[in-house]
């Protein structure tokens, strides 16, 4: 049985070369493909999500829902979309995914490197254990086929504030300590 979206689509697609039609039954696809990925993935998109029209959808700074045709492929041509660093050289295949990618690695948390560095590993390692189907650990990127990626997709953004949070306090401690070495320098001259 078809979804109402489904047969609007249909309906619109007999119509070819009709402007209206077109923009609807590409809006229409876009709904199906949203609620595809509520229904069947757990994963619920906005209406920013335009995957009928685009095969990419950035949904913050820092994750990605992307279409994969021939990762190979892609990266032996160097075109494309592919995995840069795939760990063990595995790429996906005819696959949405999910990824969350940090290029900067402990910078998203400052230019604290001394500190953050240590941070950014913990933070990095707990979102390794939600199990990535596909890891590039040089760039800092770990990717879920879109099937295995409702938790994390739920709970990326409390796991990055969490990890905010502890850079934040801890950062404000250190700073409060060099401002006070530097008054107790002051005062001894």
Request: proline share 2%; charged share 30%.
């Amino acid at each position: 049985m078809k979804t109402p979206f489904e047969e609007i689509i249909e309906i619109c697609e007999k119509a070819e070369n009709h402007e209206v039609l077109s923009d609807i039954a590409l809006k229409a696809k876009n709904e199906v493909i949203r609620d595809q990925f509520t229904t069947q993935y757990g994963i619920t998109l906005d209406s920013s999500a335009r995957l009928g029209e685009y095969d990419y959808h950035k949904k913050s700074g820092y994750e990605f829902i992307c279409w994969y045709a021939d990762g190979y492929k892609c990266h032996e041509e160097g075109r494309g979309r592919s995995i840069s660093w795939s760990e063990g050289g595995k790429q996906p295949v005819n696959e949405w995914l999910y990824s969350v990618q940090f290029s900067t690695g402990a910078y998203i948390f400052g230019d604290d490197y001394e500190y953050q560095a240590p941070l950014f590993r913990k933070f990095f390692e707990e979102l390794r254990t939600y199990q990535p189907d596909y890891e590039d650990l040089h760039n800092h990127g770990l990717y879920w086929k879109i099937e295995n990626a409702s938790t994390i997709y739920k709970e990326f953004c409390n796991i990055l504030t969490k990890y905010r949070t502890f850079n934040r306090d801890e950062f404000n401690s250190r700073k409060i300590a060099k401002l006070q070495a530097e008054i107790d320098k002051l005062t001894k001259n």
